[in-house]
C-alpha cells in the first residue's frame, strides 16, 4: 500500500487566492482526519470525517475553511480566501473506524500565503 | 473533551543515555495510548503505543509504561542514538480522536 497520499507537496499563493489541498487515505480506512501543524500552535485537529461524514469540524478556525469527503477515497480542504496566517504544515491521517486504531500520516502539504 | 499534557518540551541527552518523555491525561475513559516520532521536515510516525488493558510494552530500544490509576504514561528510550533526534508526540484516545501532546524536541548528542 502506497500509504496516505496528499498533493500537492508544497504550495505558494498569495493573500486572497483560494487554495486546495487534497487527501487520498489508505485503502480500506474509513476514518479520515485532517490536521495543521504551526510552531506556535503545534498539532492542531481540524476536522474528521467517518465513513465520508464530517463527525467534528469544531477544529476548523473559520469560514474560510471547508472540507468535503465526496468518496472513501478523496478528501479535500479548501482555503478561500488564504490569508498569510494559514501558512503552515498540513496533514492528512487515515485510520479504522474503531475505538484505538492506529493513524497514518501523509507526508503533508506545506502551505505558504504571501 | 480529554486534555494532554506532555513534559519536557525540549530535552537534551548524551549519546548512550537514557530519555524519558511523560504525558497526562484528564479523561478515565481513554484507552489507547500512540506515541509518534516526527523527524525534520517528514510525518509524524508512529513508534509505539499501550492499549489500557497492559501496564507496559517494550520494542528494543523504546519502552512505554502507563500507570491508569494516576492517568499517566511514559515513554523510555534506552541506549539513545543521534538519530533519536527529534519531535516525540503522545496521545490518547477513547475512540477516533487522538487527542495529542505539544511534542517534545529531543536532542541527542554525539
Known amino acids: 500500500d502506497a500509504g496516505v497520499i496528499q498533493s500537492p507537496r508544497h504550495e505558494v499563493t498569495e493573500m486572497g487566492q483560494e487554495v486546495t489541498l487534497r487527501c487520498k487515505p489508505i485503502?480500506?480506512?474509513?476514518?479520515l482526519f485532517w490536521y495543521r501543524q504551526t510552531m506556535m500552535r503545534g498539532l492542531e485537529l481540524l476536522i474528521y470525517f467517518n465513513n465520508n461524514v464530517p463527525i467534528d469540524d469544531s477544529g476548523m478556525p473559520e469560514d474560510r475553511f471547508s472540507a468535503k469527503m465526496p468518496n472513501a477515497s478523496f478528501s479535500t480542504l479548501k482555503i478561500q480566501p488564504s490569508e498569510p496566517r494559514d501558512s503552515a504544515v498540513y496533514f492528512c491521517?487515515?485510520?479504522?473506524?474503531?475505538?484505538?486504531?492506529?493513524?497514518?500520516f501523509g507526508p503533508g502539504t506545506r502551505l505558504t500565503v504571501l | 473533551g480529554e486534555n494532554v499534557e506532555q513534559h519536557p518540551s525540549t530535552l537534551s541527552v548524551q549519546e548512550g543515555d537514557s530519555a524519558v518523555i511523560k504525558c497526562t491525561y484528564s479523561?478515565?475513559?481513554?484507552?489507547?495510548f500512540p506515541w509518534y516520532k516526527q523527524e525534520l521536515g517528514k510525518r509524524p510516525q508512529l513508534i509505539i503505543d499501550i492499549r489500557s488493558n497492559v501496564g507496559e510494552k517494550k520494542d528494543q530500544r523504546i519502552a512505554v509504561t502507563l500507570n491508569k490509576t494516576a492517568k499517566h504514561f511514559s515513554l523510555h528510550i534506552t541506549e539513545t542514538q543521534p538519530e533519536d533526534s527529534a519531535v516525540y508526540f503522545c496521545a490518547a484516545t477513547t475512540g477516533n480522536q487522538f487527542y495529542f501532546g505539544t511534542g517534545t524536541s529531543l536532542t541527542v548528542i554525539p
Open positions: 479523561d478515565s475513559a481513554s484507552n489507547y
Open positions: 485503502s480500506g480506512h474509513n476514518s
Open positions: 491521517a487515515s485510520s479504522l473506524v474503531q475505538g484505538g486504531s492506529t493513524q497514518y
